[in-house]
């Protein structure tokens, strides 16, 4: 089982761009959560999807969206970096979220803004 | 509102030393309570989890954490850390949002470990 994968493992973009960042659930997972992780912080959630939608939706502007692939894989898209936006983004896959879901994080995409 | 706070930005001990990361919640509800660890350039990995039964829980590594509803805390501990556990080490609660439970990460504490 090759867990929760994410590419790639790190990015440069200019301000103003836009990145694209993508994600693979463990097997058996059908939901996928996003979170931003700033440098000595704890991550925060983005958002997450379920059957091919977003279902909930944290503090994030809209230059933040994403999308699901019917084989349950996710993109995360943000228009319009800003340098702010620089941190490591992780992606979690679990199982249908309920109370207590355990979730599977990968190993997180360093985007650096410059 | 839900949340959970670590206070401790950072911890040192001495390898061999005992361990106590603190954490508290504020929740209205009986919480579901989790411990994440993160070594660098790494995601994050679960610990343990506290849904209900058993205040003691026992998790991965020789981790433990208590629960205590009187004091609001979910505190990690561990009787002699190794080196290896050096590590970013993150509680979490999770809270209700549109009928989904959503895991909310503390900041984390920093453990240093000397050898």
């Known amino acids: 089982d090759a867990g929760v994968t994410q590419s790639p493992t790190h990015l440069i973009k200019t301000r103003g761009q836009q990145v694209t960042l993508r994600c693979s659930p463990k097997?058996?997972?059908?939901?996928v959560s996003w979170y931003q992780q700033a440098l000595g912080q704890g991550p925060q959630f983005i958002f997450q999807?379920?059957?091919?939608?977003?279902?909930q939706r944290g503090n994030f502007p809209d230059r933040f969206s994403g999308h699901q692939f019917p084989n349950y894989s996710s993109e995360l898209n943000v228009n319009a970096l800003l340098l702010g936006d620089s941190a490591l983004y992780l992606c979690a896959s679990s199982e249908r979220t309920g109370i207590g879901t355990e979730a599977f994080f990968g190993q997180g995409t360093r985007l650096t803004v410059v | 509102a839900q949340s959970v706070t670590q206070p401790d930005i950072h911890i040192t001990v001495s390898e061999g030393a005992s361990l106590e990361l603190r954490c508290n919640y504020s929740y209205g509800a009986t919480p579901y309570l989790f411990w994440y660890v993160q070594s660098p350039g790494q995601g994050l990995q679960l610990l343990l989890k506290y849904f209900s039964g058993d205040t003691l829980v026992q998790g991965i590594k020789g981790f433990e954490a208590e629960f205590k509803r009187s004091q609001s805390s979910f505190n990690l501990r561990k009787p002699s850390v190794h080196w290896s556990d050096a590590a970013e080490y993150f509680c979490?609660?999770?809270?209700?949002?549109?009928?989904?439970?959503?895991?909310?990460f503390g900041r984390g504490t920093s453990l240093i470990v000397h050898p």
């Open positions: 979490a609660v999770d809270i209700t949002s549109g009928g989904s439970y959503i895991p909310t």
């Open positions: 999807y379920y059957e091919e939608e977003e279902r």
């Open positions: 097997s058996g997972h059908d939901t």
